[in-house]
């Protein structure tokens, strides 16, 4: 099987412009989380989504969205960007059959730089 | 609360030594602690993950320990290689009222193997 993609993998945006993140699960795979990686942060969860539906959020501000299709594909989307937005971001997919705490299967990331 | 405390920030190990990253949580409800593996340019993979109800978790080289009560856990590798060169990330969780995946992860142990 292939495993997650992420697009794009690099990227570079000036502050106040809006940017999309792109993940392909792995086939038959319904939940995708979405984690932000910094030095000095570390991994940090951002969202959830399980059948088009987001099941958890962490603590970031409302510039932060998220969304799923149908066919499990997933995006994120950053509005306002921030220089501190500057990032790896992280996707990953799980089967979505045991209700949770799977192992997660993560993409290469989207390295995010913002000037 | 949702804290995963992780130590040491680095570590340096001759090859064929054992190599010991910890991490500490404060979360009583945490159930789940697994540990992440991850190289540069790479998303992080799962490398072992133990659950409260065991002390002790061994697949192949790498051992996880577990003490409840003092609400830590460890992860140690046997006969370190430069292979074994990578970011540990200790993570945990629990089903925060509902089905999830969500991780809180540790920040992060940088491992280097000398030949």
């Known amino acids: 099987k292939a495993g997650v993609t992420q697009t794009p993998r690099y990227l570079i945006k000036t502050r106040g412009q809006q940017v999309t993140l792109s993940c392909s699960p792995i086939s038959g795979h319904r939940s995708v989380s979405w984690y932000q990686q910094t030095p000095g942060q570390g991994l940090q969860f951002l969202f959830e989504y399980f059948s088009e539906t987001q099941r958890n959020k962490g603590n970031f501000p409302g510039r932060f969205s998220g969304r799923q299709f149908s066919n499990s594909r997933s995006e994120m989307n950053v509005s306002t960007l921030e220089l501190g937005d500057s990032a790896l971001y992280l996707c990953?997919?799980?089967?979505?059959?045991?209700?949770?705490?799977?192992?997660?299967?993560f993409g290469p990331g989207t390295r995010l730089l913002v000037l | 609360q949702q804290q995963v405390k992780q130590s040491p920030q680095s570590l340096i190990v001759q090859k064929g030594g054992i190599s010991i990253i910890n991490c500490a949580y404060e979360?009583?409800?945490?159930?789940?602690f697994p540990w992440y593996q991850q190289f540069p340019g790479k998303g992080p993979a799962l490398l072992i993950a133990?659950?409260?109800?065991?002390s002790e978790k061994k697949e192949g080289r790498f051992t996880i320990s577990f003490n409840k009560s003092a609400k830590q856990f460890s992860l140690h590798i046997m006969d370190s290689q430069p292979g074994d060169s990578a970011t540990y990330f200790c993570?945990?969780?629990?089903?925060?009222?509902?089905?999830?995946?969500?991780?809180?992860f540790g920040t992060g142990t940088l491992l280097a193997v000398q030949p």
């Open positions: 133990i659950r409260p109800d065991v």
């Open positions: 990953a997919s799980s089967p979505g059959t045991s209700g949770g705490q799977e192992t997660q299967y």
């Open positions: 979360n009583t409800a945490f159930d789940y």
């Open positions: 993570a945990a969780s629990h089903l925060w009222g509902g089905a999830t995946n969500k991780l809180i």
